[in-house]
């Protein structure tokens, strides 16, 4: 019973020793789905933080790099969104007011993100940062920059 114990402890500690690996946390602020590239010591892992989240990536201390791109397959998604919401619009006199009003807000919604993918489209930014001892995480922002490209900033 002693023996079993100590190896609870030992794989809780292990489990806690192999938790405290340095991140590097990936935040969206733009409105359109995108796939961020985080690089570190021969290592390369994606994420696709949703707009306005965070995704976060393990990483070893030293330099980072992280590119973002558009999500290609949330084009596709918008544009099928698109024609079920202009196929409810061909059938209006089926709709009440209420659900008219709803099926044009989101048309609205769905063209301007789809106008903000397209100015992004062909569009990538990348940046560097460094996880140091003293600073075990390191943190990339998306945002939409000049001309409704990408922009990235790692610290």
């Known amino acids: 019973m002693l ?5 609870i402890v030992i794989l809780c500690s292990a489990g806690l020793i192999a938790g405290c690996a340095p991140t590097v946390t990936v935040e969206n602020n733009t409105s359109i789905p995108v796939r ?10 994606t994420v696709s933080p949703s707009p306005g989240e965070s995704s976060t990536v393990e990483v070893v201390e030293g330099g980072y790099r992280a590119t973002v791109i558009p999500d290609a397959e949330w084009i596709e998604y918008a544009k099928l969104t698109r024609k079920v919401l202009n196929d409810q619009l061909a059938n209006a006199d089926q709709l009440t007011g209420s659900q008219l009003l709803d099926v044009i807000r989101r048309l609205k919604e769905i063209a301007q993100r789809m106008q903000q993918f397209e100015n992004a489209a062909g569009s990538s930014a990348a940046c560097g940062g460094k996880i140091t001892e003293e ?7 998306v945002s939409i920059g000049a ?3 990408l922009a990235i900033t790692c610290r």
């Open 3 to 7: 023996r079993l114990k100590w190896i």
């Open 36 to 45: 961020v590239v985080v690089s570190n010591a021969g290592t390369v892992a």
């Open 135 to 141: 600073g075990g995480a390191g943190f990339v922002q």
């Open 147 to 149: 001309g409704g490209k």
